[in-house]
């Protein structure tokens, strides 16, 4: 376990050019990377099942102890990033499936590496942790009505059949996954230090399978593309910190609702894209799969140098709690 251990820990420090290396895999072998775009949903549904193993009930007590922060992150990230989405696909002229990965992407609960770029980045970890769990729950509901919303009007959306395949695919494992850690904290203790591996690796196939299947309009578009995912995470990242400074909460949460706003469940959006839509409409999913990642490591590092405001300084933390 130990041999393992360390494996993870090796791949979660260079996890983003481990995706970086995913889409490069995607572009140089795209028809054996395309083979797997029928077991997104699958791997997926493993990924979140191994989130659920990280959580425990007392990650949903920050609620109830500070629910101003909680509901705030979770209101920011259920409008701010499906909104940016749609503006920005409509800004730049994207085709309609493109405008539906879009919203998907900007729909789609925090991401799963958010909370250890939270902690990297002397966040407020307990709110990135409870912003993250309860996101995803809301998922089922949240995110079919807000891209029938926003992109009904640009293709047809099948929001119950979106409904339950999120029930499927994040739902259902992460509450397995949580109610395994309850009934079984012994177990499932020993093979946590694992659980990154299987995220990244899980993450980095689906990355190379989304690229793989779409090669050539990458290779097309895919720079116009890029533009619009790299906006619509930046832009998140610096709202939800406006956000959080707008209503004063301390600078260890705005760290937290700045990283979780940004950072969005993208493999979700490509998986439901994939499923329900076409190969196309997971690009902005893939891409933003490979880019939050770059742009939460720099943001970290940025930020671990920096001691937020009434923290007492202290050396950057090393190594991260969960995956």
């Known amino acids: 376990m130990t041999l393992i251990k360390n494996i993870a820990d090796l791949v979660g420090r260079w996890f983003a050019l481990l995706v970086l290396a995913g889409g490069i895999a995607g572009l140089l072998a795209p028809e054996q990377a395309s083979l797997v775009t029928p077991h997104i949903s699958l791997l997926l549904g493993v990924i979140m099942f191994g989130m659920g193993l990280t959580m425990r009930p007392v990650d949903f007590a920050v609620v109830a102890r500070h629910p101003k922060a909680v509901i705030l992150g979770v209101l920011a990230q259920y409008t701010v990033m499906p909104l940016l989405g749609w503006a920005i696909a409509q800004a730049l002229g994207l085709p309609p499936l493109l405008v539906v990965g879009m919203v998907l992407v900007g729909a789609s609960p925090g991401g799963t590496a958010s909370n250890v770029i939270v902690y990297l980045a002397r966040g407020d970890v307990a709110?990135?942790?409870?912003?993250?769990?309860?996101?995803?729950?809301?998922?089922?509901?949240?995110?079919?009505?807000?891209?029938?919303?926003?992109?009904?009007?640009?293709?047809?959306?099948?929001?119950?059949?979106?409904?339950?395949?999120?029930?499927?695919?994040?739902?259902?494992?992460?509450?397995?996954?949580?109610?395994?850690?309850?009934?079984?904290?012994?177990?499932?203790?020993?093979?946590?230090?694992?659980?990154?591996?299987?995220?990244?690796?899980?993450?980095?196939?689906?990355?190379?399978?989304?690229?793989?299947?779409?090669?050539?309009?990458?290779?097309?578009?895919?720079?116009?593309?890029?533009?619009?995912?790299?906006?619509?995470?930046?832009?998140?990242?610096?709202?939800?910190?406006?956000?959080?400074?707008?209503?004063?909460?301390?600078?260890?949460?705005?760290?937290?609702?700045?990283?979780?706003?940004?950072?969005?469940?993208?493999?979700?959006?490509?998986?439901?894209?994939?499923?329900?839509?076409?190969?196309?409409?997971?690009?902005?999913?893939?891409?933003?799969?490979?880019?939050?990642?770059?742009?939460?490591?720099?943001?970290?590092?940025?930020?671990?140098?920096?001691?937020?405001?009434?923290?007492?300084?202290?050396?950057?933390?090393?190594d991260s709690p969960r995956s």
């Not at 993450?203 to 720079?223: F, P, R």
């Open 127 to 318: 709110l990135s942790v409870a912003m993250t769990s309860v996101s995803t729950l809301l998922a089922p509901l949240a995110t079919p009505l807000l891209v029938l919303g926003l992109a009904g009007s640009t293709l047809p959306v099948p929001a119950g059949d979106l409904f339950v395949s999120i029930l499927k695919v994040v739902l259902f494992p992460v509450v397995a996954g949580l109610l395994l850690r309850m009934a079984a904290h012994r177990f499932v203790e020993r093979i946590l230090p694992a659980m990154p591996l299987v995220s990244v690796t899980g993450i980095v196939v689906v990355v190379a399978g989304v690229v793989g299947a779409n090669a050539d309009t990458v290779l097309s578009t895919g720079l116009t593309v890029a533009l619009a995912v790299v906006l619509h995470n930046c832009l998140g990242l610096g709202l939800g910190y406006l956000i959080g400074r707008g209503v004063k909460l301390p600078e260890t949460a705005r760290r937290a609702v700045s990283v979780e706003v940004g950072m969005q469940n993208s493999g979700l959006a490509a998986a439901l894209a994939t499923a329900h839509f076409a190969p196309l409409a997971a690009l902005p999913g893939a891409l933003f799969s490979v880019w939050h990642n770059m742009s939460g490591a720099l943001i970290a590092t940025y930020w671990a140098r920096r001691v937020p405001e009434g923290d007492p300084v202290e050396p950057a933390p090393e």
